[in-house]
């Protein structure tokens, strides 16, 4: 399982980023796929997540109506489309899946892309 984020920045507050996720080595079409963020001296954090047909998206508290979480199955690719950006978003995010394989789920990362929010 390889996973490839790409996107991040630095941007000004207010500004937009759109993060990518680029994955392999497992049946992307049949697995949710999540972004996860972890900030400097914070644990990891869940902030977008997608179901394995994009029927259903789910997003924490304080990125709902600026995040956006899609996916594209015949590209094996997760994007998280980030708006209105706040200095409170900087952060490593990371794309996760957790894959089932011989009856264990074991959880996938990949390296992680900096997002910084500063003016």
């Known amino acids: 399982v390889q996973l490839v984020e790409s996107g991040g920045g630095l941007v000004q507050p207010g500004g937009s980023l759109r993060l990518s996720c680029s994955a392999s080595g497992f049946t992307f079409s049949t697995y949710d796929m999540s972004w996860y963020r972890q900030a400097p001296g914070k644990e990891r954090e869940l902030v977008a997540s997608i179901t394995s047909a994009a029927s259903s998206t789910n997003y924490k508290d304080s990125v709902k109506g600026r995040f956006t979480i899609s996916r594209d199955n015949a590209k094996n690719t997760v994007w998280l489309q980030m708006n209105s950006l706040k200095p409170e978003d900087k952060a490593v995010y990371y794309c996760?899946?957790?894959?089932?394989?011989?009856?264990?789920?074991?959880?996938?990362w990949g390296q992680g892309t900096q997002v910084t929010v500063s003016s």
């Open positions: 996760n899946v957790n894959v089932i394989r011989h009856g264990l789920r074991f959880a996938y």
